[in-house]
């Protein structure tokens, strides 16, 4: 072999020994150290104390962990070896002694107590000053936690002030004091009344011949009122006694009572039924003479309705019927002995359709039909006439909804009533009829009614006569406890088939003083005047009450 192959030959041999000691140079050059056989064996029994950080190492790749729960033990010699799995001697030992000591010994493990440290600050200060080594512990037990007061923010706004006690605090005022409280009864408040006074007069029972008299007059007045969630009921009833106790002799009883009773149902569907009953004499200025009598009789009104009403969008539409009962008991006269009253009695039966437009929520036009008969106990009366009769009317009218301001309904039409006798005339005339409420300002009320009423006779060959009647009045709460009214009324018969006619005008005033809720003085005057065609029928009446008024 030449020289020069000679020396390639020792090159090459000089590089491949030198490649091959590398990794061993890198070994030994601190990467990771020496290891021996000893060394190996010792770490292999050994564990890391907890909590010891690894020590920094410059320029060196993130030593791998294992997710494993106690795959690598945690170093904690303090001389900061680079071994990973060098560990104290005594590991074991302090493990022995105190096992709650042990660390956690993974990643995940470590995150978690860490969280747990940041997220609970007050409750580490609650605890008391533990040891270095008790603030490594993990804990096992129930920590003590704070008040629900101390989670929540107190307010330091307008509710918070202090108040003052119930009894310091200043009353609500009552709007109205002087209103009766009423009665609880079941489901209904009763509101009972009382009135005792004495009546000076100037014609005792408003005669054309009557005579002064002073009288003992009783009211005894009872409204009720259901409370219900649907539907309603309403009773009015009333009584009054008037006697004499000077001048001429008195004794007249009154009485009444009506009943209401609303139904509401679905659909917009109401039932509406009514009952009521009503006793007195009757008055003075009756169509109907008796001559030669002590007393007038007493007349007997008994009358019911019931009807259903239906809304279908703005249209309305209502269906009655109506009955009605009238009776007189027999009249006494002068000479001693009693006349039979018994052919005026009759019973009138009604049917009622109307039907009307919702214009607005406040204004309802509408028209109706009427179609009646009125029939008399007797078939003929003492004269030979058969008076009962056909009914047959018309009217038409607006209904007005203004809630509390105004309200109630007007209607103008045509009525008549033909008779089964040819003998007598068919009553035939207009009509009017009005009810309706104005508050033109708060305590102040204006009512206005008007009726159109068909009469009958006992005059042999006369068919009857009819009445319209109105009454305006004012009611006014001058102060709390000081209320007054006035009204005034008139009067108009006329009477079919002749000329005559009547007119009647009244107007009358009142105050009522208040002493309590309970109790108040009340007084009235009242002007009567009676003029009629017909000869001994006019007569004037001035009167005057004072008197004392209970309620409830």
């Not at 007045?221 to 009921?233: F, M, P, T, V």
């Amino acid at each position: 072999m030449s020289g020069a192959g000679l020396r390639f030959l020792l090159a090459t041999a000089s590089a491949a020994t030198l490649l091959c000691a590398l990794p061993v140079h890198a070994q030994e050059a601190g990467l990771r150290g020496a290891v021996n056989e000893a060394d190996t064996t010792a770490q292999l029994l050994r564990r890391r104390p907890a909590q010891q950080p690894a020590p920094e190492i410059q320029d060196q790749a993130a030593t791998y962990q294992p997710i494993s729960p106690g795959a690598v033990p945690e170093q904690t010699d303090p001389a900061g070896t680079d071994d990973l799995f060098s560990e104290p001697p005594n590991a074991y030992a302090a493990d022995a002694a105190n096992p709650s000591s042990r660390p956690t010994t993974t990643a995940i493990q470590r995150s978690r107590e860490a969280r747990e440290r940041r997220a609970a600050p007050a409750r580490a200060a609650a605890t008391t000053a533990a040891t270095p080594e008790q603030d490594e512990e993990l804990t096992t037990g129930t920590v003590r936690q704070g008040t629900v007061d101390s989670l929540i923010a107190e307010e330091n706004g307008p509710e918070s002030e202090r108040q003052r006690a119930i009894e310091g605090r200043r009353p609500v005022p009552d709007e109205n004091p002087f209103e009766p409280t009423g009665i609880r009864f079941g489901t209904f408040l009763l509101k009972p009344s009382l009135e005792q006074g004495v009546t000076a007069t100037s014609n005792a029972d408003s005669s054309s011949d009557g005579k002064s008299a002073v009288l003992s007059e009783t009211t005894l007045r009872l409204n009720a009122a259901s409370d219900w969630d649907s539907h309603s009921a309403t009773i009015d009833a009333y009584g009054n006694v008037r006697k004499s106790v000077s001048g001429q002799e008195v004794e007249d009883v009154e009485a009444g009572i009506d009943g209401r009773l609303q139904l509401d149902f679905a659909d917009d569907i109401r039932a509406i039924a009514t009952l009521g009953y009503d006793i007195r004499p009757e008055s003075a200025s009756s169509p109907v003479v008796i001559v030669g009598t002590a007393s007038r009789p007493v007349r007997h009104t008994l009358d019911g309705s019931i009807g259903v009403e239906k809304d279908v969008g703005k249209l309305r539409f209502a269906v009655t019927g109506e009955a009605a009962k009238e009776s007189f008991s027999d009249a006494d006269l002068s000479g001693g002995g009693t006349l039979s009253q018994e052919d005026r009695n009759s019973t009138l039966y009604t049917g009622r359709f109307r039907a009307g437009y919702e214009i607005s929520p406040a204004l309802t036009p509408f028209g109706e039909i009427e179609y009646g008969r009125r029939v008399y106990d007797l078939r003929f009366d003492t004269a030979g006439f058969e008076r009962s009769s056909n009914r047959i009317g018309a009217r038409a009218g607006v209904e007005l909804d203004m809630g509390e301001k105004f309200g109630g309904e007007i209607s103008a039409g045509w009525l008549s009533e033909d008779f089964d006798d040819d003998r007598l005339e068919t009553i035939s005339a207009a009509t009017i009829a009005a009810d309706l409420r104005w508050s033109p300002m708060r305590g102040t009320i204006v009512t206005l009614n008007g009726t159109t009423q068909v009469e009958g006779s006992t005059t042999p060959g006369e068919s009857g006569s009819v009445l319209y009647t109105g009454r305006l009045g004012v009611g006014r709460q001058i102060r709390a406890n000081l209320t007054g009214f006035a009204a005034a009324g008139v009067g108009w018969r006329d009477y079919a088939g002749r000329d005559d006619h009547e007119l009647r005008l009244s107007a009358e005033a009142g105050l009522t003083w208040w002493l309590n809720r309970y109790a108040g003085l009340t007084g009235r005057l009242r002007h009567e005047t009676f003029d009629s065609t017909l000869a001994g029928r006019d007569s004037k009446t001035n009167s005057v009450f004072v008197g004392l008024r209970v309620q409830r």
